[in-house]
């Protein structure tokens, strides 16, 4: 046995999720109780937390030969673990309104962090695709998890036929990579690719392949289709979490896996992802114009999002990576919070998901109405929002790889999208019309509202001082 | 005795009334207006007694720097010399009578208070105009003078035409004044200033005569001039102008405004010397408005066109005057044209507010014995508008420019026989006028007969135009320069040809004739018989609707500017540019239906999807 | 230190009146006019006690040190002017919506000093990057105000005003990044500091392509013909302090870009297009008249005559000399002052009658003596007339551009020829005429005369002692003619 | 052996179209399990014996068992063959047959570019596997556990019988 | 026993796109899965030729890791047909289409 080469410590974020999943699964088996696994999966996840902030360095080392950690990784781990304990915040009061039985939930929810941890982590095929499908397979059950919903289910069929399929070609197309190249290690490509100047036809094959199956965990055109089916079908909570915590594990994986074999030398990928990008940001922009549904409309706002972030990979280096990094950061922080509103205004028989639902807000629920026009604000990218500032760091990279056809594009389709943002935003704000058959009755919970305020004000904050987030980024990207 | 007090006094008579007129009692109202400009005028006689007696060439004051940036620096300063000592006199004796004809004509309307507030305002600005010392200011008053036309001819403002009447008038002298603006912008670029004085100097340092920017210059005052003076071709806005009360046709649309052109370009005339083409030009201009105006009179049923259109031909000959450069016969004309035609029009405007304001001639007549002062007073007025020979001062002023306008170097044959023909024609009308409101059988009943307030100013200018022509006075009839000495140190004399100097007593009696034949054909034809003047209009009824419309200018400027204009606004309403972004607009919709298709919720669709998107990806990569 | 007092006091005040608003609306009035009042009369110490140095304060802290961003803020005569024309219209619009409000109160005057707070913001910072930040924070209050407060169509306008403004700075976004990165390529160091970035040496086509973004921003801001279709909607649709502040201030964001930014920065470029720019201020001026005559809708028909005046400010900034520009500054204000005045009662009389077609209107002279003096005056003022602020404005402007372009500025002359014809055709419909819907008109209130009396003082002031104002200007102007004069000289050339 | 090789291929080929064609879903399954059969054949003469002992075992053996439990389950009877029989017209394969040619050229051309290499010499017996599998990818195997578990719980979760949903307002009635 | 590596490719690609072709045209969902399921294995296959090809463990291991997911998700995907089938009393897979725009 060959244990002795792997430091316990490196992996111990990843080995402390998978024990908290363990533990919420026994505690089931001897006595449900909401309360109890919920604090066990949030204590879990505050302790992989705080163990980020004791240990976390961005000194850079290798578990052979599956997992790379270093400061990116490090770093967006962090962020995944706060979001992830802050949509286990949010599912509590969701989920404690609803007569299924929750407790499983927690395991999932513990499961699908892991698997996106192992995304961020990996630098091996096989971790890549472990990861990749712990995630997958953890949110098929989350997607589904309202049974008595039958949008749920549908929601759930669809994104498990389409996952399973893209993974197929994900699977293909690293299989004929690693035929091209004899290595599914990370570094064990880089190396083939620095031998050979001229890749092989079949290198490049697997990789638009690979694409295929990256493509569509990210979302974006032409692998985008699920994403507001789901995120429609998909409880407020877990549709926060597809939203950003599968979708931020994935973009590392791919800023990494590019980075180490140094994608960016071959026209033909940035072709590719260059129009990935210009095509996400358009579709997913003009998609959502006319669109009621207010789930639907963020998740083609996350499909223009996934391209505006492609826009920062594209550029690439340094700059590119941080703005990657800072971008993640506030995309969480914003889907997290939006889906907390609809989270938090749904009630025992749907989702908050209709606009006419968010009519007069303001005047009846003030404090989330703020915090939903803030999320919104920073969707749309206006300053005083970390959503700003992530855009400016989008824009600022682009411009320094002079990248100017995608910065424009990013730039006009940002314009479309304000009007689906203030479309939403007007809602909130006119006066409520008389009572409506199908008006929701939410419970409010604190736990909620506090998670709301806390992610508002996390928004505001960096959208205001930014200068510590950027210096943390900075330290840990060194 | 400081100069400023003159403009100042009718202004705070103004802002009192604005400010406070509602509320103060009736009677109190002409005291404040009339008062303010009876001091205004009482300091102006006093003023210029000294200014004479101390035989100063000029005066200045200045209130204030108005601005000052890189060159620019117009203060708000007066400058009086001979020239505004004239005109300021005028203005305040002439409006001071005004103000207190108006105080009884006035005294049943209901914006009593207003209508003095606006006149003072007139005054104070016309003030301002005549002694800005240097062309911004000047532009100021201008446009004031402007704004009060407008205020005042749509004083009575619920009468929708009224206030189109008045914005006529704002707008074709507005078109004036932006050409005049172009005159200052250019002579600012030439000699980096505005100042009136500093002009004429440098002018007369950096040009030679028949300089292209000279030529430019004045052609632009000139349009300025041409808009606010109703000369040809922007003389369409003051017959309409007469809409508002009489009084202020009197002060406004007669004396005082409407010579503000004969005003400028005497002032600028350094400047126009150095341009003998544009000189030439406004001869023209004078001479053609004068012939064609006077026409127009012929024509017009509205006691008050009639003096509208002899305003315009009268200031023709003023034009005809500075076109041949005699300045001071210009001036000349201009003070007695200013008595005569204030007193014409409010008698005029007596006439009409004793006959229920009745304006049309026809309905009027045999007035004589029932308004003996207005008959008498017009009757002197009338004489002197169509220059009955040697006891009006009208024969006077305008013998002398029918003089000059052939034996002035720049004079010639042309102008002096248009000059004539006018003078034919003014007198034909003027007596057409006289024959057909106070002769005859009466019409109309009287009503309402003038009070003392409204006859004593009649009388003191009936006086007046008679006595100011023998101020100046012909080399063949006692050869008195009184006025044109006074105006020499500002305003050069006119050099006379050599070889006309001595039949300066032909063309005078060529003159009378004229004049005088005029009188007996309008005797002949709507006295002795009538019934023929009718058979006349009727045997050239297009030629007479034809004068009548004023020559057609109105039917042509809405055809060709005003409906063009209101006619691409209004399809315009809706903003064409908007359309362009509703376009994109509508795009953004049509492809957001299209991409929503392929939204489907059919699974297999999304599939294939995900194919199409590896088949593409893989065919980039075969490329 | 004062600077940030500006910014800072409009803010707290406004989030106060919120919180005030919930104890009683009164009082949310009363902390936001004390505000107000407190912010202007900081102004006019300040205006009263310096005179000509070009930069009277400064203030700067670190904010984003990794990208050389910086709170910087700083104040010389342009801002000052512009600063008081905030503090002073912000005041009036206070008082205009005092009774006209009376929806969510505490929400609206915290939208209100926030859109101020934004504005002066704009005026002050001299971080590009901070520039950008205050751009976009008086965009949302603004929103709100139109989107809540609004009339029937408010949607609409302020999704369009939203969009409009929003797509313009981002392009403006790109080109201060792309100026960002040309200087930090030239010269190592990489900062949005706006003293720093003057005379970034660039190659004229960059020049001419970053210009052109901060371009993007100010004309549409302006607003410059064809990009203007946002104004009339968004001046038609907002309640009365709103278009106050859409037409005083907002627009005035546009010019001063202009004479702050685009100017200075790109010197070359910006000679370059002057002809053109012109051409889009006379192009702007005429048809912003021609339509503004065609208007029914008394709010629409001042908004186009907003577009028509904001022409001049283009035409005066491009004509590349000092007496064009101090026309220009000069119009900003009292263009400021006069829609706004004229904006007010366009809002009174929506207060007394209901509507503001003006063909529902007609012979309120009678009833409303007052409010047809006030208007008149202020109908005067925007025609140009001399003795108000905007004969003084548009005089320099045109004397000026005459020096630069004499085609240009003939034609942009007949624009007030124009501007007589559908002035006065506010007067005529509204005031004179026929008596229609008298009943339920009165005259101005004792509240509204206090809005309208400093109003008519400021733009007779404006127009009889203009020398204060220019003044303040003009070490700000004389400066930044040195460095283009010679540019000018070369220019003066191709030009001709 | 490249006989068999090819032999293998081709019953996988024909049996894996057969599955995708028929109509009657069983059918289809006893088809599939030859093609995994098939597979495993060349899986062993690709030199992998142990993974075609596991395609046997867990694929052909409970994957295969599983869907069948669940089609019991569900109790599908003829009119699912008929069902099927209408939904699987001509005109269905025109899009994905264009399509699936496309990609079958592109990816037959891409591999026929690539060159030549023989394979299957070397067999990579069970102990090679095992030492790999438990070595460097010990991790990895801990991770398909938690794979395992997520599939576990999920199918718990979701596969119990669903309870009738009751609309709120019709809830209150029956109180 | 040696073939062509490019013909164990082939083969995985015949099936890889026969299993695709498979999940175009069904509308029964339980075929579906199956189809995806043969497109799985054949990657699986191509694991395998890669790693014969090698001389390595590594497609065996990935191979094992491609069944595992399969099981996995034939086992979430099975619970969640036998939902569907309560709901709509169908597999048709078109009918589970109640979310587009």
Redesign the interface.
């Given at each position: 046995m060959e244990f002795s080469n792997i430091n316990i410590i490196d992996v111990l974020p990843g080995l402390f999720l998978v024990v908290a999943s363990v533990l919420a699964m026994i505690s089931i088996a001897i006595k449900r109780n909401h309360i109890f696994i919920f604090v066990v999966t949030s204590t879990s996840l505050m302790g992989v937390f705080l163990f980020l902030i004791l240990y976390a360095s961005n000194h850079e080392f290798n578990v052979e030969p599956l997992f790379v950690i270093d400061g990116f990784g490090t770093f967006v781990t962090g962020l995944i673990v706060m979001s992830a304990l802050a949509v286990s915040l949010l599912s509590y009061a969701y989920f404690e309104q609803r007569e299924e039985r929750k407790e499983e939930y927690y395991i999932l929810l513990l499961l699908a962090t892991l698997g996106s941890d192992i995304l961020v982590i990996s630098k091996h095929f096989v971790s890549l695709f472990l990861g990749l499908e712990i995630l997958s397979i953890s949110l098929y059950a989350m997607v589904a998890y309202l049974r008595k919903r039958n949008k749920s289910d549908e929601a759930g069929l669809k994104y498990l036929i389409l996952a399973a399929f893209s993974s197929a070609f994900l699977l293909f197309g690293m299989a004929l990579v690693y035929s091209a190249s004899g290595s599914m290690d990370f570094t064990g490509i880089a190396k083939y690719v620095s031998a050979n100047p001229t890749l092989p036809l079949p290198m490049f094959a697997g990789m638009c392949l690979m694409v295929v199956g990256i493509g569509f965990k990210l979302g974006v055109v032409p692998f985008h289709m699920w994403a507001p089916d789901v995120y429609e079908g998909a409880p407020a909570p877990v549709a926060a979490f597809i939203a950003s915590i599968s979708k931020g594990g994935m973009v590392v994986l791919l800023v990494r896996f590019f980075d180490t074999i140094n994608g960016f030398q071959y026209p033909v990928l940035v072709l590719a992802f260059a129009c990935i990008a210009v095509a996400s940001m358009i579709a997913g922009n003009v998609l959502a114009i006319q669109q009621t549904n207010v789930k639907r409309i963020l998740a083609y706002s996350s499909i223009a999002h996934m391209g505006y972030i492609l826009v920062a990979f594209l550029a690439g280096g340094e700059l590119g990576e941080e703005a990657v990094s800072f971008y993640l950061v506030a995309y969480f922080l914003t889907n997290i919070g939006a889906f907390g509103v609809v989270a938090i205004l749904s009630d025992q028989d749907r989702d908050a998901e209709r606009l006419e639902d968010y009519q007069g807000l303001f005047w009846r629920h003030p404090k989330i109405a703020a915090v939903f026009t803030a999320m919104l604000l920073s969707l749309a990218g206006i300053p005083l929002t970390a959503g700003f500032l992530g855009k400016f760091y989008l824009i600022t990279s682009g411009v320094h790889a002079q990248l100017w056809w995608l910065v424009i594009v990013l730039v006009a389709s940002s314009v479309i999208g304000l009007y689906y943002y203030i479309r939403i935003i007007a809602m909130m704000f006119e006066k409520a019309e008389g009572s409506d058959e199908l008006a929701l009755h939410p419970r409010l919970y604190l736990i909620n509202l506090i998670t709301l305020l806390v992610l508002c004000a996390l928004i505001i904050y960096y959208g205001i001082y930014p200068q510590g987030l950027i210096e943390q980024i900075h330290n840990f990207l060194q | 005795m400081n100069l400023l007090i003159i403009p100042a006094l009718p202004l705070l008579g103004s802002f009192i009334l604005i400010v406070v007129g509602s509320r103060l009692p009736k009677r109190m109202i002409p005291l404040v207006g009339a008062g303010s400009v009876g001091l205004s005028a009482l300091a102006t006689l006093i003023l210029g007694y000294r200014f004479i007696s101390a035989s100063l060439t000029s005066l200045n004051v200045i209130a204030w720097q108005w601005m000052d940036i890189n060159g620019l620096s117009p203060a708000i300063a007066f400058h009086l010399d001979a020239l505004s000592l004239v005109f300021i006199f005028v203005i305040t004796f002439v409006g001071f009578l005004i103000h207190v004809y108006s105080a009884e004509f006035m005294v049943h309307d209901e914006g009593y208070a207003r209508f003095f507030a606006y006149l003072n305002l007139f005054v104070c600005s016309m003030l301002t105009l005549v002694l800005a010392d240097n062309l911004v200011l000047m532009y100021l008053g201008w446009e004031g003078v402007g704004l009060c036309s407008y205020l005042l001819i749509g004083f009575w403002y619920t009468e929708e035409k009224n206030g189109y009447a008045a914005r006529k008038a704002f707008i074709v002298t507005r078109v004036g004044d932006i050409l005049m603006a172009f005159g200052l912008f250019l002579l600012f670029q030439t000699f980096h200033t505005l100042n009136i004085q500093e002009i004429a100097g440098q002018a007369t340092q950096q040009w030679t005569v028949g300089s292209h920017t000279a030529f430019v210059i004045s052609l632009l005052l000139l349009g300025g001039a041409v808009g606010k003076s109703a000369q040809l071709p922007l003389q369409t806005w003051l017959p309409d102008a007469m809409a508002g009360p009489s009084p202020v046709s009197a002060l406004i649309h007669a004396a005082t405004m409407v010579t503000a052109g004969v005003y400028l370009i005497a002032r600028m005339h350094v400047v126009f010397e150095f341009a003998p083409e544009v000189l030439m030009i406004v001869g023209i201009i004078g001479a053609a408005t004068l012939v064609m105006a006077g026409f127009a009179a012929l024509t017009q049923y509205d006691l008050k066109r009639v003096l509208a259109y002899s305003t315009i031909s009268q200031i023709g000959y003023m034009f005809l005057a500075l076109g041949v450069s005699a300045w001071s016969a210009a001036i000349f004309h201009f003070m007695i044209h200013a008595f005569f035609k204030a007193l014409l029009f409010l008698a005029a405007g007596a006439v009409i507010e004793a006959l229920h304001h009745e304006h049309d001639m026809f309905k009027m007549g045999g007035l004589k014995n029932k308004l003996p002062v207005v008959y008498w007073t017009f009757l002197v007025g009338a004489g002197s508008l169509a220059a009955f020979p040697l006891i009006t001062g009208g024969f006077y002023s305008k013998d002398q420019i029918l003089w000059l306008s052939l034996a002035s170097e720049h004079g010639n044959i042309w102008f002096f026989l248009m000059a004539l023909l006018g003078a034919l024609i003014t007198s034909i009308y003027t007596f057409r006028m006289l024959f057909l409101t106070f002769f005859g059988k009466e019409n109309t009943p009287v009503s309402h007969v003038p009070g003392s307030s409204m006859n004593i100013p009649l009388i003191v200018l009936a006086v007046l135009s008679t006595v100011g022509g023998f101020i100046e006075l012909p080399h063949t009839f006692g050869h008195l320069t009184v006025f044109s000495d006074f105006l020499n140190p500002i305003l050069p004399s006119v050099t006379v040809q050599e070889d006309l100097e001595n039949f300066e007593w032909l063309i005078q009696l060529v003159a009378a004739l004229v004049a005088l034949s005029g009188v007996g054909l309008a005797y002949f034809f709507y006295i002795y018989k009538p019934e023929l003047s009718d058979e006349l209009k009727s045997s050239a009824a297009d030629l007479h609707s034809f004068w009548l419309s004023g020559w057609g200018f109105d039917k042509l400027y809405d055809r060709l500017l005003v409906r063009p204009f209101v006619y691409l606004s209004n399809i315009n309403k809706k903003d064409i540019v908007d359309k362009f972004y509703d376009g994109l607009v509508m795009i953004a919709e049509w492809v957001n239906r299209m991409l929503s298709y392929t939204q489907s919720g059919i699974l297999r669709w999304y599939l294939m999807g995900i194919v199409i998107g590896g088949i593409v990806l893989m065919a980039l990569a075969l490329l | 230190m004062i600077l940030v007092t500006f910014i800072s006091v409009l803010m707290i005040g406004g989030i106060m009146a919120w919180v005030a608003a919930s104890w009683s609306n009164l009082a949310s009035r009363w902390i936001s006019l004390i505000t107000l009042l407190i912010d202007f009369i900081l102004a006019i110490s300040i205006w009263m006690n310096n005179a000509s140095t070009p930069w009277i304060e400064k203030f700067y802290a670190p904010w984003i040190p990794n990208f050389g961003i910086n709170f910087s803020l700083a104040l010389d005569g342009l801002s000052l002017l512009m600063l008081l024309l905030t503090f002073f219209l912000g005041i009036l619009g206070v008082l205009i919506s005092w009774n006209e409000i009376q929806y969510r109160v505490g929400f609206f005057h915290f939208n209100l000093l926030w859109v101020l707070a934004g504005i002066s913001g704009v005026f002050l910072t001299m971080d590009l990057f901070l520039f950008y930040f205050f751009w976009e924070v008086m965009l949302i209050p603004m929103y709100f105000l139109i989107g809540i407060w609004g009339h029937e169509n408010k949607r609409y306008a302020a999704f369009k005003f939203f969009i409009f403004t929003q797509a313009s700075g981002l392009l403006m976004l790109l080109a201060i990044l792309g100026l960002y990165f040309v200087h930090k390529n030239n010269s190592g160091v990489g900062t949005f500091d706006y003293f720093q970035l003057l005379g970034t040496q660039m190659s004229l086509s960059t020049s001419r392509w970053l210009m052109f973004g901060f371009l993007a921003a100010f004309i549409v801001k302006l607003p410059v013909v064809p990009f203007h279709t946002w104004l009339p909607d968004a001046h038609s649709q907002a309640p009365t302090a709103g278009s106050l502040i859409l037409a005083g201030l907002l627009l005035k964001t546009g010019a001063y870009g202009l004479i702050r930014f685009v100017l200075p920065l790109f010197p070359e470029a910006s000679a370059e297009f002057a002809p053109w720019a012109m051409l889009l201020g006379v192009v702007g001026i005429l048809y912003g008249a021609s339509l503004s005559f065609a208007q029914t809708d008394l709010k629409r028909l001042i908004a186009y005559t907003s577009v028509s005046h904001m022409g001049f400010v283009i035409l005066g900034v491009f004509a590349f000399n000092s007496l064009a520009m101090q026309g220009a500054v000069m119009q900003m204000i009292t263009h400021g002052i006069t829609s706004g005045a004229l904006f007010a009662i366009a809002g009174i009389l929506y207060e007394r009658i209901h509507t503001r077609d003006i063909n529902a209107m007609g012979g309120f002279w009678v009833k409303a003596p007052f409010m047809g003096v006030t208007t008149l005056i202020f109908v005067l003022a925007s025609l140009g007339l001399p003795v108000l602020g905007n004969f003084i404005a548009e005089f320099l402007t045109l004397i000026g551009s005459w020096q630069a372009n004499q085609t240009l500025t003939i034609l942009a002359t007949t624009g007030i020829v124009a501007a007589t014809a559908y002035s006065l055709r506010i007067m005529q419909k509204v005031f004179l005429g026929k008596t229609l819907n008298e009943k339920t008109m009165t005259d101005l209130s004792l509240r509204e005369k206090l809005v309208f009396v400093p109003l008519i003082a400021a733009i007779i002031w404006l127009g009889l002692f203009p020398q204060k104002v220019l003044n303040t200007t003009k070490p700000m102007i004389d400066k930044s003619f040195k460095t283009e004069q010679t540019t000018l000289n070369q220019k003066d050339n191709g030009i001709q | 052996?490249?006989v068999a090789?090819y032999i293998a291929?081709l019953v996988?080929?024909i049996s894996?179209?057969m599955?995708?064609t028929r109509f009657n879903?069983i059918h289809?399954?006893l088809y599939?399990v030859v093609?995994?059969m098939a597979?495993a054949v060349?899986?062993f003469?690709?030199?992998?014996p142990?993974?075609a002992a596991?395609?046997v075992i867990?694929?052909a053996g409970?994957?295969v068992v599983?869907?069948i439990f669940?089609?019991m389950?569900?109790n599908?009877k003829e009119e699912?063959v008929t069902?099927?029989k209408k939904?699987?017209t001509p005109m269905?394969?025109v899009?994905?047959?264009i399509?699936?040619a496309?990609?079958?050229g592109?990816?037959?051309?891409?591999?026929?570019?690539?060159?030549?290499?023989?394979?299957?010499?070397?067999?990579?017996d069970v102990k090679?596997?095992g030492?790999?599998?438990?070595?460097?990818?010990?991790?990895?195997v801990?991770?398909?556990g938690?794979?395992?578990?997520?599939?576990?719980?999920?199918?718990?979760?979701?596969?119990?019988?669903?309870?009738k949903?009751i609309?709120?307002f019709l809830k209150e009635k029956e109180d | 026993m040696e073939v062509s590596a490019e013909y164990g490719l082939l083969l995985a690609s015949v099936l890889f796109i026969l299993g695709m072709i498979g999940v175009l045209i069904r509308r029964n969902i339980i075929f579906m899965l199956v189809c995806v399921e043969i497109m799985l294995n054949a990657a699986g296959l191509a694991f395998i030729v890669a790693g014969s090809k090698w001389v390595q463990a590594d497609g065996q291991v990935m191979f094992i890791f491609i069944l595992t997911m399969a099981a996995a998700e034939v086992s979430v995907g099975l619970a969640l047909i036998l939902q569907i089938y309560h709901q709509l009393k169908t597999l048709d897979e078109d009918a589970a289409s109640s979310m587009k725009g």
């Open positions: - | - | - | 052996m490249q090789f291929a996988a080929v894996t179209i599955v995708i879903i289809a399954l599939l093609s995994f597979m060349v899986f003469i690709l030199g992998a142990f993974a596991l395609e867990v694929y409970a994957i599983l869907i669940v089609i389950m569900l599908q699912a069902q099927e939904w699987l269905v394969y899009g994905p047959a399509l699936s496309l990609m079958m592109e990816l037959v051309y891409i591999i026929y570019v690539g060159e030549s290499h023989a394979v299957g010499q070397h067999v990579v090679e596997l030492k790999t599998l438990y070595g460097p990818y010990i991790l990895a801990e991770l398909g938690m794979l395992l578990m997520a599939g576990i719980v999920g199918a718990y979760h979701l596969g119990r019988q669903k309870k949903v609309h709120r | -």
